[in-house]
């Protein structure tokens, strides 16, 4: 579980229809520290916040005067999911460069790759989860298979290992561009990463 002090924020989709992604939201709202909600049009991301795209609705990030938002649509399904991953993980790649890292989870098919493909070509970091622990490797061994994965492990210990790779990255960003006058406002914002988050309603 990533704790409420998260410095970044998070993005997820999860393969699930309208009405069950409002439920899942709520019920991870009371379970975690981090402030978990359903993805609403035109909302800013804030490190320590997470948003899970609503059923039925691909969501993406998007840069608007120096913050990040999220946006909503009703393109067509990929991968045949609406929301899919490699629409949210592509829109990312392109918001936050080398500045991300994605996680994806069990599921069935091969969303995700894709847009993992992306993140990877635009700097960014990939983590799985390991065969041993997912329900379905579907997704996750899709990434592996393409060589895209540079962590893979059990789900017991995916959320220290993201925990601990922001924290030591934001940390070098923040070493490397302190100056005279402190921390610029992109790294006070929590606005210099995010972590995804992309699963399956198998899982």
Known sequence: MLAGDFPVPI??????????????????????????????????????????????????VRRDAGEVRLAMNKEPAENSCRPAGDVLFC????????HCLAV???????????????????????????????VVWGMPGAVVTAGLAEGIYPLREIA??????????????????????GIDAQEKNGQGGAARLQTTGKS
């Open 91 to 98: 829109s990312v790649a392109k918001a936050y460069g080398s």
């Open 104 to 134: 994806v989870l069990t599921g069935m098919g091969a969303d995700g790759t894709r847009g993992s493909r992306q993140v990877t070509e635009a700097g960014g970091r990939i983590f799985v989860q390991d065969e041993g622990t997912s």
């Open 160 to 181: 220290a290992a993201i925990d601990q790779r922001v924290r030591r990255v934001r940390s070098n960003a923040v070493a490397m561009k302190r100056g005279p006058g």
């Open 11 to 60: 993005v997820i989709v999860q393969h699930m229809p309208p009405l069950f992604t409002r439920l899942l939201a709520e019920r991870l709202a009371k379970q975690c520290a981090t402030k978990i909600q359903e993805g609403r049009e035109g909302e800013i991301l804030k490190a320590g916040e997470a948003w899970i795209a609503p059923g039925d609705y691909h969501m993406t």
